[in-house]
């Protein structure tokens, strides 16, 4: 233990150090399975035992290890042709919103975002299926600055995906890592620009990623054997639960 807290920054317990790295492979997994649902729950636990300032900034350091291990692992099923201009919008939004700051009330962005992912996970939006890479990039320049109000941006993107592959459960999950390596990406590359010292983090967000990595294979081996019809109803399940505690921390918080 004496050894672990030398890695670990000052005052984080060598215990809970042991948890988050346990908690990381749990999460990965789950998300290399159902493609959604690991990184809000590794928030959460997070949440418990990291201090507010480092919350954020270490939090995604870890998923952008660990989506992009999900899509090195998963990469014959990324579709590219989806995952580009998502991209290329994800970093024309992310370059607009660090010169427009939009300062809204919390409660409300919840609530917004809740009732949103529960409604275009349970319609169709019309003719998403005919949106053109043009199209998908300007969609994504507004899911980006989405993303920077509300921070919680992977059941947004998750269903925003579900509405292209509708009935490829390994290319929504491998193309949705890809997504969230650029989210992610770009919210180190702010953090790091404001000062943040990840260097203190490092060993920690490392070995969080090396025990992600092991749940992103187990998971995906869970996701090979899972039955079409299986994934799509318990990805709506988890989806529409994410929500439902997104309108609930919002009226929380309202009350």
């Known amino acids: 233990m004496d050894a672990l807290a030398l ?48 919350l954020i900034p270490v939090h995604g350091a870890v998923q952008l290890g660990s989506n992009s291990g999900r899509a090195w692992h998963q990469r014959a099923n990324v579709r590219m042709d989806v995952a580009a201009p998502f991209i290329a919008g994800s970093i024309v939004g992310a370059v607009i919103g660090a010169f427009v700051v939009i ?19 349970w319609t169709k939006v019309p003719g998403i299926d005919k949106l053109t ?19 919680a941006t992977g059941p947004l993107v998750s269903v925003l995906f579900a509405q292209f592959f509708a009935n490829d459960r390994k290319a929504l999950v491998a193309t949705h890592a ?38 992103t294979v187990y998971g995906t081996k869970l996701l090979e054997r899972m039955p079409e019809e299986s994934f799509r109803k318990w990805f709506k399940i988890a989806i529409t639960v994410l929500a439902l505690d997104l309108l609930r921390r919002g009226l929380t918080t309202l009350a």
């Open 133 to 151: 890479r043009t199209g998908l990039a300007i969609g994504s320049v507004i899911v980006a600055l989405i993303g920077m109000l509300v921070g």
């Open 178 to 215: 890809a997504g969230m390596v650029a989210q992610h990406g770009l919210k180190i590359i702010v953090f790091g620009l404001a000062g943040f010292a990840f260097g203190d983090w490092l060993p920690l967000i490392g070995a969080m990623i090396v025990s992600g990595y092991l749940g």
């Open 7 to 54: 890695l670990l920054p000052e005052g984080l317990d060598p215990l809970i150090g042991i948890v988050l790295i346990i908690a990381s492979a749990f999460t990965s997994a789950l998300t290399a399975a159902f493609g959604v649902g690991g990184g809000i729950a590794m928030l959460t636990l997070m949440g418990l035992f990291v201090p507010v300032a480092a």
């Open 103 to 121: 300062q809204l009330p919390d409660a409300w962005l919840k609530l917004v975002l809740g009732a949103f992912v529960i409604a275009i996970t």
